[in-house]
C-alpha cells in the first residue's frame, strides 16, 4: 500500500507546484519584462514562475539537469541556450508532454475533473531516471503472458 502511495503523492505535489506557480502574481518588472522565446508546446504566454516551476518538475522527474534537453549557449559555454533547438532531447521532451496531454485528455479526463491534477506525468514512467525502466511482473499469475524467445 505504501509503494502505491509514494508516486500518487510525488504526482500530487508537481502538478500542485505548477498550480500554484501558475496562480501567483509575477512581482518585479524583471519578470514582467521577462517573454518566453521558442515555446511550441507549452502556451507562449506562460509566466516566467511558471515556466521554471514546470522545468524544475521536468528535472526532478528525470534526475537530471538542465543541460540534458537544453544546449550551451554559443557565445558563452558557461550558460544555456535555453531558446535553441540543438539538442535532439528538447524536441523528443516536447513529443512527450504531447504524449502525456493526449493520454490524460483521452484516458483520465475525469481525474483531472475531479482532483485537479493530471493522472500521467513524466515522473510516472521516469521516476527520477532519464529512461524510464520497462520490466514485466514476474508473478506467477503473468507468466505465462511473457513473450518468449524462438526455441524455448
Not at 509503494?3 to 503523492?9: A, E, H, M, R, V
Not at 531558446?83 to 502525456?100: I, P, Q
Request: charged share 25%; net charge positive.
Amino acid at each position: 500500500m505504501k509503494n502505491k502511495i509514494k508516486p500518487f503523492l510525488f504526482i500530487l505535489t508537481i502538478i500542485g507546484g505548477i498550480s500554484l506557480a501558475a496562480t501567483v502574481p509575477q512581482q518585479n518588472t524583471q519578470q514582467q519584462d521577462w517573454k518566453a522565446k521558442n515555446l511550441k508546446v507549452l502556451p507562449k504566454d506562460i509566466s516566467k514562475k511558471a515556466l521554471d516551476s514546470i522545468m524544475h518538475n521536468f528535472k526532478d522527474a528525470l534526475g537530471v539537469k538542465c543541460n540534458f534537453c537544453h544546449a550551451k549557449s554559443k557565445t558563452d559555454s558557461t550558460k544555456l541556450d535555453f531558446a535553441s533547438d540543438e539538442n535532439r532531447k528538447k524536441n523528443f521532451a516536447r513529443y512527450m508532454m504531447v504524449m502525456t496531454d493526449s493520454i490524460n485528455n483521452k484516458y483520465f479526463k475525469r481525474h483531472l475533473e475531479r482532483h485537479g491534477s493530471f493522472a500521467v506525468t513524466c515522473a510516472t514512467c521516469h521516476r527520477g531516471q532519464e529512461e524510464p525502466a520497462v520490466t514485466m511482473p514476474t508473478t506467477e499469475k503473468n507468466m505465462g503472458m511473457m513473450p518468449q524467445k524462438k526455441g524455448e
